[in-house]
């Protein structure tokens, strides 16, 4: 089974617009950690967001929220207010084990999303 | 503080060459993690170092990929010889104690 599913291959969305990307996860381990990451045709790897499987609280920074529902097993990204320049590939990883343990993260297959005028 | 060093950014070469890429993770980061990116999909681990062991290397093609890392610090990643599906992006990253890891920008290879 696949750990990480992302099955938004490519988004479409107005500037100014939110949107949301889909993530769900699977594993039996207490201790995790869900990311998110951008990836622009440049070719790095840009972190934006985290998530420990213990938070109560939903992540946030700036645009960027996370929509944690541990019981469904889904990390969902919002971006709030799109920009031009938020058009890039964007996948969701998980880290397996607890924070520091040296535990490799496993990535999605990503979601390509464009940003329209 | 500096971040994660890889080099060279871009290498075309033919297939049945060799190739070696470099790798300085950020310092006093113990583990190290080469990932494999083929166009259009997500980065799949190639190798894991613990320091200067090897924690995962179960998706290593150990007939023709190496990877080293000397003295816990820098690491190389090998490929001898190149086959046209190892065209990819080789990305490097490293992570401590802290949750986050940290990326290189990758060695983009081509394999003509």
């Known amino acids: 089974a696949q750990k990480i599913t992302q099955t938004q291959p490519g988004m479409f969305v107005q500037e100014k617009e939110a949107v949301t990307l889909d993530c769900t996860y699977d594993?039996?381990?207490?201790?995790?950690?869900l990311f998110w990451y951008k990836q622009p045709s440049s070719g790095e790897m840009i972190f934006l967001i985290y998530q420990g499987s213990y938070d109560q609280q939903n992540a946030t920074e700036g645009r960027y929220s996370l929509n944690f529902q541990k019981a469904r097993k889904s990390a969902n990204l919002v971006i709030s207010a799109s920009q031009l320049g938020d058009s890039a590939m964007y996948f969701c990883?998980?880290?397996?084990?607890?924070?520091?343990?040296?535990?490799?993260?496993?990535f999605g297959t990503g979601t390509q999303l464009k940003v329209e005028l | 503080e500096a971040g994660v060093a890889q080099s060279p950014r871009y290498k075309i070469i033919e297939k049945r060459q060799s190739v070696a890429f470099w790798c300085n993770p950020i310092?006093?980061?113990?583990?190290l993690y080469w990932y494999q990116q083929i166009l259009g999909q997500g980065p799949k681990l190639l190798i894991q170092?613990?320091?200067?062991?090897?924690?995962?290397d179960s998706q290593l093609p150990k007939d023709r990929f190496s990877a080293e890392r000397l003295k816990g610090v820098d690491s190389t990643l090998k490929i001898q010889p190149a086959k046209l599906e190892d065209s990819a992006v080789y990305l490097c990253?490293?992570?401590?104690?802290?949750?986050?890891?940290?990326f290189g920008s990758g060695t983009r290879l081509t394999v003509v």
């Open positions: 310092s006093g980061h113990a583990t």
């Open positions: 170092f613990q320091n200067n062991g090897v924690v995962d």
């Open positions: 990253a490293s992570s401590g104690k802290g949750y986050g890891y940290t």
């Open positions: 594993t039996s381990d207490p201790s995790y950690g």
């Open positions: 990883a998980m880290r397996e084990g607890q924070t520091g343990g040296g535990n490799k993260l496993t």
